[in-house]
């Protein structure tokens, strides 16, 4: 997967900054628009508002304080950490990439860059490792292959609403994943490496 992911990240830089081909990325947002419809559209803002901060900033905190209130202040930590630091990098990134968003989006007042896509990259970062955690807890087969998959298409819709509110290219929202998911596996080994050593140190 991890392979999957730079091959996508790099195929996107490639064809968006050094290919400086936006074709296909504009031939997939005038698809979609054809298909547009007002009950579609206010269905897709609905689904976009799962990777918004004002559903992801409460969100991570409730997670944050279950964990302190299980006494598990490594996952808590885990969990702050992964927020702040893909906040981090999304603004960063944008920052140098610089990209514009699409020309007519369907919602009004989005005025920062356009790659790599926030809510991409910040929905995977939350429930991302969400469902690491279910992993480590549950032992359940059939539990965590349906949870995986509700997490999987949630994932997806939520790209796919910001390409369909034209406030992504599809390019954005495939380097927003890619980038989050080598981010949250480095910083998982990270993370655990640093408490094996502490585990280490106390014996």
Not at 65 to 80: H, R, S
Not at 135 to 140: A, V
Request: with cysteine.
């Amino acid at each position: 997967m991890l392979s999957i992911a730079l091959f996508v990240l790099c195929l996107c830089i490639v064809l968006v900054f050094i290919a400086k081909n936006k074709q296909p990325d504009i031939d997939g947002l005038n698809r979609l628009s054809a298909f547009a419809t007002q009950p579609m559209t206010n269905t897709m803002k609905a689904i976009s508002f799962l990777g918004n901060h004002l559903f992801l900033i409460p969100a991570n905190l409730l997670l944050i304080l279950f964990f302190i209130g299980q006494k598990n202040k490594t996952a808590a930590m885990q969990v702050l950490f992964i927020a702040l630091s893909s906040l981090g990098l999304v603004t960063l990134l944008k920052n140098i990439f610089h990209r514009a968003r699409p020309e007519f989006p369907l919602v009004e007042g989005v005025t920062n860059y356009s790659f790599p896509s926030g809510h991409a990259m910040m929905s995977l970062a939350f429930w991302g490792l969400l469902l690491y955690f279910i992993y480590q807890k549950s032992k359940q087969v059939y539990s965590k292959l349906f949870i995986t998959v509700t997490i999987i298409v949630l994932l997806i819709a939520i790209g796919w609403s910001r390409i369909y509110l034209r406030l992504h290219y599809p390019t954005d929202v495939l380097a927003g994943w890619s980038i989050e998911f080598i981010w949250l596996f480095l910083s998982l080994n990270f993370l655990h490496r640093i408490a094996n050593k502490k585990t280490t140190s106390y014996t």
